[in-house]
């Protein structure tokens, strides 16, 4: 968390949120075994850190687990496997990450996660531009990925949202 008397700002996993899991938007089809995300777990080191340049995402998939295939507007990722063994897919191209793995992901790319291995697997996900990642520009990300026209997610609870078009 950030302080006011010190130069630098510090934030922690264990004292901060999951982030809402949205919903898929319509026609989507998961390209991956499982699709239940009950074992993911992704929290935003942004806000705490006050973050105005970039995104940064740790990220959790328990073994079985996988991401929903998406894209971004305008925001180039990097996946960098800190822990375990994990499929990447991107675009229609599948491989094996392994520990300390780096992976950039353009924009316009369609990209997801799958962990095929028994073991956790932690992913620190950078991304820039961060606009679409905050509440003002996230209709752009639902745009890029087919959401409908107008399309918006409202949080229902800290850990659910809902699409309300």
């Known amino acids: 968390m950030t302080s006011e008397s010190a130069p630098y700002a510090r934030a922690n996993w264990d004292d901060l949120p999951n982030n809402p899991k949205a919903p898929r938007q319509p026609g989507y089809e998961h ?33 079985g687990q996988s991401g929903t295939h998406h894209r971004h507007a305008s925001a180039e990722e990097l996946h960098f496997l800190l822990e375990g063994r994990c499929q990447v897919m991107v675009e229609d191209e599948v491989f094996e990450a392994r520990k300390f793995d780096a992976v950039l992901v353009p924009p316009e790319s369609n990209r997801s996660l799958h962990n095929n291995s028994d073991e956790d697997a932690w992913w620190l996900v950078v991304a820039a531009p961060p606009d679409e990642f905050r509440p003002e520009g996230f209709a752009s990300y639902l745009a890029a990925n087919g959401y409908p026209e107008n399309t918006k997610l409202v949080a229902v609870s800290e850990s659910r949202f809902e699409i309300v078009t």
């Open 31 to 63: 390209p991956w075994p499982t699709d239940d995300a009950t074992d993911v777990a992704s929290r935003d080191f942004d806000g705490p850190l006050g973050f105005q340049h970039l995104s940064v995402v740790l990220l959790r998939l328990g073994p």
